[in-house]
């Protein structure tokens, strides 16, 4: 979800500096019941996986910026110590400290992802993963498709399927067995609603972060509400194109749109951007994630 990077070194100009360290942790949030149809869709079906190990001894995380925790412990920075996947941080607990336990989480795991990538270098980061031979790979990417200078430059919905279709046959060419968790794309309308009653972070927003949805966010106009719709209904195909893929995959599992459908909070946002998530904020993906690759049986 990385996007205009180097407009962000601006920030000092409107005193991000002076803002304290990372945010602390908060309560869950809830689940949205207003999120699309297309969202919820049960068709088809996500595959049996009785084989699922709910307990897999190790694991290589693949995404994009917020798998490596940009901004959510200093501005313009990576922290993948806080990464909801494989992070060490102990007020997060993330997926592989609750799976691994801390020591096992640093020797087992492996952060893969890369700030600012789209679908179409998932097959790469793939490779690398499956050379690891990890038991279970998690993904979280398709933000940044979305999140374009303009709603003309995201990523066409078949160019996306056949970039993750190639992603999962580079990892199954070396690592036939390793189960794969497949995070939705956030709701980034519900971001887009929940940052822009933050005046700093609309000054923010406006050097350049995720134009195709938070361009002038105060505008209800016609032309801006139809642009921000084009850019949801982008994402929500983005997530059938995801639970699709991964249900032809017998060691894949989908979230079921458990990200897309939580409700991130200003606490759970980072306060240098009011987008990627905070310490928070990866606090709660992580739970989000420990509890669907531990479950009996897939997301509905």
């Not at 409107?14 to 049960?42: D, F, K, M």
């Not at 279970?136 to 078949?158: E, Y």
């Not at 923010?204 to 949805?213: F, H, N």
């Not at 749109?257 to 905070?278: C, E, I, K, M, Y």
């Amino acid at each position: 979800m990385r996007t205009a990077a180097a407009a962000l070194t601006a920030l000092s100009l409107v005193g991000v500096a002076a803002l304290a360290g990372c945010s602390g942790g908060g309560s869950e949030g809830g689940v949205s019941q207003n999120a699309p149809a297309a969202s919820r869709s049960t068709s088809p079906s996500p595959s049996p996986t009785p084989d699922w190990n709910p307990r897999p001894g190790s694991i290589a995380a693949v995404g994009d910026s917020i798998t490596r925790g940009f901004d959510a412990c200093a501005v313009l920075a990576d922290c993948p110590d806080v990464s909801w996947a494989t992070g060490t941080d102990d007020t997060v607990r993330s997926l592989a400290v609750r799976l691994l336990g801390p020591s096992k989480a640093a020797e087992r795991s492996w952060n893969l992802a890369v700030s600012g990538s789209r679908m179409v270098q998932l097959p790469e980061q793939m490779a690398r993963a499956a050379k690891e031979r990890p038991e279970l790979v998690t993904v979280m990417t398709g933000a940044n498709d979305a999140c374009r200078d303009s709603v003309r430059l995201m990523t066409p919905v078949a160019d996306f399927r056949a970039s993750f279709e190639a992603s999962m046959r580079q990892l199954r060419a070396e690592a036939p067995k390793a189960q794969v968790y497949v995070s939705s794309v956030p709701d980034l309308k519900r971001l887009w609603s929940t940052g822009r009653v933050n005046e700093l972070g609309k000054k923010i927003w406006d050097l350049g972060i995720c134009q195709s949805m938070l361009a002038d966010a105060d505008d209800l106009g016609p032309a801006a509400v139809a642009r921000r719709d084009a850019v949801q209904d982008r994402v929500v195909a983005f997530n059938e194109v995801l639970r699709d893929v991964c249900a032809k995959d017998r060691h894949c599992r989908y979230d079921g749109g458990a990200v897309f459908d939580f409700r991130f909070t200003g606490a759970q946002l980072s306060p240098w951007d009011w987008f990627h998530p905070s310490r928070d904020g990866q606090a709660r993906l992580a739970e989000i994630a420990y509890r669907n690759v531990t479950a009996a049986e897939p997301p509905a």
